[in-house]
Every structure is written in structure tokens, then in C-alpha cells.
């Protein structure tokens, strides 16, 4: 069995004798090599350019047993595709080139032809499925439309993100008319991404835990459920939505083929307030990379002991890897993953 196909088995839930590992945002700062290539060129450069995200999305392959490759690239295409370009501020972070602010903004965002202004996303998925030959599983990914929404409604990176929320809530009616937008735009997109050769589609709702729960399921969930109706049966379909543990039910019920959880609830925890039928990916801190291999070995062995009885486990992050992570750090992480016997 290849790495490719015990991703895949994984998602299907069947029980394999240690579980498949991948690590959200494999690309970063904690890479020379990626480091090496930042000196050159710009994010958006890496980004926007085939052959250099097939480069930067293979270095994390090169030096680790990984069984899946994440495509490098960002979130923020869609609603630069959509006409609200974006930028990395100096002092970290992300600025939008404008703020919507009223429902004439949010009419004037174009969400025809996506596939057509993100052919180079779907140019680096071509040459990343040729180079990984069916060896590793490809993953594609893009944000949930809440959480694309907060970057475009608080114009970029925020600390309290009043301006959305003042929006979903004094003003639902243009709330609405953005997130279908959003749900239409990324569906085609994740279409896109498949046609191209994707084994499965990462839905990242990193910013689902900040609004209200009594308003996650209309804030947030039901354009996630939309976007899984309406292609969940074409490909898999990973959720992973950042200090939403409470909800776990509510998810299960936009029938993902997977849920991935953060670090604030113990995988054992998760595992019981999942169905079955449903696998769990995660969940070890990332900081956990900041200390030294004994350290991670142990945490490592605590996540697999406790998931050992239950099909359906891929072993990941509870959240991006962090730049200041150790490489030592994380051969650690993926050899105990790789040599653990269930």
C-alpha cells in the first residue's frame, strides 16, 4: 500500500496499521529551502507561478515521510479573483486593498470565470499530480465563505472582528448576498481543483470559533453544507474549523468523508462525538514543534495510543505549522507517526 492509497483508506475509515500523516500548511519560514526562495520572489510570486508553487509544495516531501502533499497556495484567491485584492503587511498580517462596506461593493464583486482567473492554480495542481505520479495523495483547499468573509468585510487580517459581525447581524440581507457569492465562487473552484487532480478538498474555516455559537450554523455552517452538498459526492471533503469543538454534531451532519479538530479538545473526546462513518484528522498543538524531540515523541505516541482502536485517523496538526517550528522537531513527529504499529 502507497502513501496515496492509505490517505485514501483513511477517509473511507478502514483500519490501517498506523495512520496516514500530512501537516496543514506544510510550506513556511521553518524550511531554509522556502526561505531560500523568499529572498527571490514574493509570496504572491510562489503563489502565482506554477512551476514555483510544484517547487515549494514538493520541499516538504523531500525531507519527511509525508503520505500527502497540500498544494502551496493561499485562501485569499478567491476574493482576489473576485476583484478584492489583498497584501502582506510588513508587520504580519493581511491587508485587503479595500474594505467592503456596503451591498454596492458586494454586487460589484465578480464571481464568473473563476476557473479561467485561477488557471494557474489549477497549472500547478497539473504539474504537482505528474511529479507525485499516484505516490502521494494531493490535496486541494480553499477558505469557508465565513471566513473569507471576515478578511474581506474587516479588509484584512483583525483583532475583534466587529465589522463583520456588526454586518451579519444589523444587515443580513447583504450578508447573504456575499456568501453566496462566496459558496458559488469556491464551488466552482473546488471543481476546478479536482478536474486538475486533486484526491480530496480541505475546507478551512479558521475563523469559525469567534462568532457567537447560537450563530455558527448561519454565520457559517450552512454555506459549508452547501458547498459539501454540492460536490461532496465527487470528492472527499475534509472540514477542519478552528475552536469549534462544541459543534462537532452539527458538522457531522454536513457529511464530510472527514472532520479535522484543533488542539483545544483531546482526540479521544473528538472520537466519541463523531460518527463512525466520518474520519478524524489532528490534533497535536503546533507549539509542540517549538520544544525538543523527546517532547514530541511523547505527545505524538499520546494522540496514536489514543486513537489506536479507531479507523479513520490521519495523524495532523491541530493548526498550520508555525514558523519558528525545529526541523529536528518534526522528523521526530513524522518517524514515531511512520514507525507506530496499531
Known sequence: MNSRERFLN???CQSLDRPPIWVMRQAGRYLPEYRALKEKYTFLELVQ????ALEVTLQPLRRFRLDAAIL?????VIPEAMGQSYHFRDTGGITMNFRLENRQQVEALDSTRIEE????VSDALKLIHTELSGSKALLGFGGSPWTLATYMVEGGSSKNFEQIKSL???????FDALMHKLTNSLIHYFKMQKAAGVDAIQIFDSWGGIIAGTDYEHASLKWIRRIIDAIGNEIPIILYAKGTSVHLSEQCATNPNAISVDWTISIK???KRIN???AIQGNMDPSILNTNPEIVRNQVLKILEAMHNRPGHIFNLGHGIHPTAKIENM?????TVAGYKA
Do not use: Q
Open 331 to 335: 522528523e521526530a513527529l513524522v518517524e
Open 10 to 12: 483513511a477517509l473511507k
Open 72 to 76: 502551496f497556495s493561499d485562501i485569499l
Open 276 to 278: 463512525g462513518n466520518i
Open 49 to 52: 507561478t506554477p512551476e514555483l
Open 269 to 271: 473526546e473528538a472520537s
Open 168 to 174: 451579519f447581524y444589523s444587515d443580513r440581507p447583504t
Open 117 to 120: 482567473k485561477l488557471n494557474y
